[in-house]
């Protein structure tokens, strides 16, 4: 299924025309995780801890985003919130996956290129400390099933919001 992916961060504009996206940081892809130490082999095992949950780092288009992202990575500045949207591209676009991550900074950002023709693509890395996914079911004709389906985490706490 062909998708689109926005990044909309609390007083950083991207560029995207979209209307329902409008000045939002168009994502190429995106990669997260998550982990928990267990051990099922020895003794009592299966014990859960804290659970480690990995920057979010994206690969966008360089573009007017790119200067306020390096500032705020270097500044070591939290912003309020940023929401990642996955949109089910086609005649009927459906949001259908959403990340929305609160007091964000920028952990990384790193601008690669080649003298090949192609854009220069950015990786950004963004951490937070309280995170809310949210999916969205889809029936067999694509539009929106039921309700959607969420969880929040607070990351400090290690506790379910």
Same mark, same amino acid.
């Given at each position: ?5 926005f ?10 025309k ?5 000045n939002?940081?168009?994502?190429h892809?995106?990669?997260w995780?998550?982990?928990? *130490?267990?051990?099922?082999? *020895?003794?009592?095992?299966?014990? *859960? ?39 089910? *591209? ?5 949001? +259908? +996956? ?16 080649? &003298? &090949?023709? &192609? ?38 706490? &290690?506790?379910?919001?």
């Open positions: 299924m062909a998708s689109d992916i990044l909309k961060i609390d007083g950083i504009d991207g560029e995207s979209d209307d329902k996206h409008a939002e940081i168009e994502i892809s995106l990669q995780s998550m982990s928990q *130490a267990a051990t099922m082999h *020895a003794g009592t095992g299966g014990g *859960a801890g804290k659970v480690s949950i990995d920057d979010l780092v994206i690969t966008h288009a360089v573009d007017k985003a790119s200067p306020i992202l390096m500032q705020s990575c270097m500044s070591g500045k939290h912003i309020p919130k940023a929401v990642l949207t996955v949109r089910k *591209a086609g005649e009927k676009p459906l949001d +259908y +996956y959403k990340i929305t991550m609160t007091d964000v900074m920028i952990s990384s950002v790193s601008p690669a290129g080649a &003298n &090949n023709g &192609n854009e220069l693509l950015e990786t950004v890395g963004l951490a937070f400390s309280k995170v809310k996914i949210e999916y969205q079911p889809q029936g067999a004709d694509g539009a929106a099933s039921g309700g959607a389906v969420v969880t929040e985490w607070d990351i400090k706490a &290690n506790k379910k919001v």
